[in-house]
């Protein structure tokens, strides 16, 4: 599976689930992963930009794609957190 879908569909499970104290954290360790990432794959700095904006960027649609969705069809766990 590709890593965009992951990215995706964690941030789509996190909207469902959980409020945005949560998201703040997975994307807080989101950053750490991306950086390890392309320090492993000898990025340059933009190339290391590109790869934090996308990443975060996946996730934060998905966060919000689930938001949505959690609204719409009352899906998600009201009482975590």
Request: net charge positive; hydrophobic share 60%; aromatic share 14%.
């Amino acid at each position: 599976m590709d890593y965009a879908a992951i990215l995706a569909l964690m941030g789509f499970a996190t909207g469902l689930c959980f409020r945005l104290r949560t998201l703040l954290v997975i994307l807080a360790g989101l950053l750490l992963l991306s950086i390890v990432f392309s320090i492993s794959r000898g990025f340059g700095f933009f190339d290391t930009a590109w790869t934090i904006m996308t990443a975060q960027a996946l996730a934060q649609a998905g966060y919000f794609l689930g938001l949505v969705a959690r609204a719409l069809f009352g899906y998600g766990v009201r009482h975590i957190l």
